[in-house]
Nanobody
Framework: QVQLVESGGGLVQAGGSLRLSCAAS????????MGWFRQAPGKEREFVAA????????YYADSVKGRFTISRDNAKNTMYLQMNSLKPEDTAVYSC?????????????????WGQGTQVTVSS
């Protein structure tokens, strides 16, 4: 089992940057593929990015490709999401998740463990 805690959210102007962190408890962090999802008010949860267990493989939603970078440090049990060139439409609660099930990493159904989320607000 793994527990996840996000941090780094906040209010930023359009064009600005934020870095989100996802700290994991437990000694098995490196055995999980990890992902970031976001949910805006009135909208469904949306895939943002995912990363394989070693960090060598990454996946991005088209809406963030080229602007966001996902990474992980297994020695620190932490995953990151560097967000650049932020847009008002990036405003959402961002949650990290650990994949405990077989399935595509862009589907929330593939993840069994979730953090509580951190708010990101981008003003125009």
């Amino acid at each position: 089992q793994v527990q996840l805690v996000e941090s780094g959210g906040g209010l930023v102007q359009a064009g600005g940057s934020l870095r989100l962190s996802c700290a994991a408890s437990g000694r098995t962090f490196s055995s999980y593929a990890m992902g970031w999802f976001r949910q805006a008010p009135g909208k469904e949860r949306e895939f943002v990015a995912a990363i394989g267990r070693s960090g060598a493989i990454t996946y991005y939603a088209d809406s963030v490709k080229g602007r966001f970078t996902i990474s992980r440090d297994n020695a620190k049990n932490t995953m990151y999401l560097q967000m650049n060139s932020l847009k008002p439409e990036d405003t959402a609660v961002y949650s990290c998740a650990a994949s405990s099930r077989l399935g595509p990493l862009n589907s929330p159904l593939s993840y069994g463990y979730w953090g509580q989320g951190t708010q990101v607000t981008v003003s125009s």
